[in-house]
């Protein structure tokens, strides 16, 4: 077992209320899918927009899966499904709200969701300073909002320089910028 099946295995998908009305249990199938870990064995595309992310909220298997994307970081999926899950770990820290069922138990879903994505901190470094794609943007962006240690954060900016995009290079693309312009 691989650590991508691994961490969904872990997760209760069938008790999680999915953004689409039902349980959560197909998202295990999704993420095996998009790993590349289904039974055709060729990661796939599945969007998980509006089953566990919008643009204005996270619901419920919004940590699950969170947990689950940085297993795939530390696993060894194809760069094309490295890619999918870099994308969701950003949809993740960048949530702003909670479905009003999470809500109104307490949970702040988006602070969930960044608190686990601290925990891989070095997957994501490691992602932005192996330069083995062009997706070491999307890593360095889920940094921005999720670093405590913004000096360390500013010398990976300068050693990487070369191979970030513009927006990363220049501080476009920080969480604290983006707030002092609100």
């Not at 643009?55 to 194809?78: G, N, Q, R, Y």
């Not at 770990?89 to 809500?103: I, N, Y």
């Not at 990976?156 to 927006?167: G, M, N, S």
Request: hydrophobic content about 45%.
């Amino acid at each position: 077992m691989q650590l991508v099946e691994m961490e969904i295995a872990r997760q209760d998908w069938k008790s999680m209320l999915c953004g689409c009305g039902g349980s959560a249990e197909h998202l295990a199938r999704d993420l095996l899918q998009l790993a590349g870990r289904a039974p055709e064995r060729e990661p796939s595309h599945v969007s998980l927009e509006e089953h566990v992310w919008s643009p204005t909220v996270l619901w419920e298997p919004a940590p699950a899966v969170t947990s689950v994307a940085l297993a795939a970081l530390a696993d060894d999926v194809a760069p094309t499904a490295r890619k999918w899950f870099l994308d969701l770990l950003q949809c993740m820290v960048a949530g702003e709200g909670t479905d009003w069922e999470s809500a109104r138990r307490g949970l702040d879903l988006p602070e969930l969701c960044r608190d686990i994505v601290v925990q891989g901190l070095w997957l994501l470094y490691e992602e932005v300073m192996s330069n083995r794609s062009l997706w070491a943007g999307i890593a360095f962006e889920v940094l921005t909002v999720v670093e405590p240690n913004k000096a360390r954060l500013q010398r990976v900016r300068e050693i990487a320089a070369d191979w970030l995009p513009a927006c990363c290079r220049t501080g476009l693309c920080d969480d604290d910028l983006r707030d002092l312009e609100r």
